[in-house]
T-cell receptor
């Protein structure tokens, strides 16, 4: 089945540690995105990538880093510089086709800093 | 930054009732998307709208792209228990010229079952 997978589902980290969240898609989508969701809030864009080896900062990129070495993979690293990293992280992808803006989401990773 | 105002924030439904929610903005949008999110899961796309005035259905769900291009509405007819969840609107502002990294999300409408 085609889709977006995120792993792990739950992640615990100690303060001061970097942690990497995985996102993989087999939809052959060009664009991929990372969002952060806090309780009672809408989704906020962290980073996005429209093509391999290229990515742009979203609204809340500070304390995060990404890479896009392969079309199907877009890992997110939450660094120790992120002051409040506990949140639900969502990865999404979309076809890079003019006029179509539909983004499809993975199941999410819940990160808790202990 | 640009914002979407989604209302109501929450609502209680009784099985069989019709439900309405909406999103508004002070800016013009050229795309409206509606998603549903179950607890602990990622949002699932319900309906996509691309033209002002467009009315699109997906089963018991109907969404409309407002004529002014500043709002969108989602209606659920004859609600059932599995409709419970959080519904998000998302829009692409006109001035972003179609850049896909710039969807703006509302804060969601939480649908619960009346006790």
């Amino acid at each position: 089945d085609g889709g977006i997978t995120q792993s792990p589902k739950y992640l615990f980290r100690k303060e001061g540690q970097n942690v990497t969240l995985s996102c993989e898609q087999n939809l052959n989508h060009d664009a991929m995105y990372w969002y952060r969701q806090d309780p009672g809030q809408g989704l906020r864009l962290i980073y996005y990538s429209q093509i391999v080896n290229d990515f742009q900062k979203g609204d809340i990129a500070e304390g995060y880093s990404v890479s896009r070495e392969k079309k199907e993979s877009f890992p997110l690293t939450v660094t120790s510089a992120q002051k409040n990293p506990t949140a639900f992280y969502l990865c999404a992808s979309s076809i890079e086709t003019s006029g179509r803006d539909e983004q499809f989401f993975g199941p999410g990773t819940r990160l808790t800093v202990l | 930054g640009q914002q979407l105002n989604q209302s109501p924030q929450s609502m209680f439904i009784q099985e069989g009732e019709d439900v309405s929610m909406n999103c508004t903005s002070s800016s013009i949008f050229n795309t409206w998307l509606w998603y549903k999110q179950d607890p602990g899961e990622g949002p699932v796309l319900l309906i996509a709208l691309y033209k002002a005035g467009e009315l699109t259905s997906n089963g018991r769900l109907t969404a409309q792209f407002g004529i002014t291009r500043k709002d969108s509405f989602l209606n659920i007819s004859a609600s059932i228990p599995s409709d419970v969840g959080i519904y998000f609107c998302a829009g692409l502002p006109l001035n972003y010229g179609g850049s896909q990294g710039n969807l703006i999300f509302g804060k969601g409408t939480k649908l619960s079952v009346k006790p």
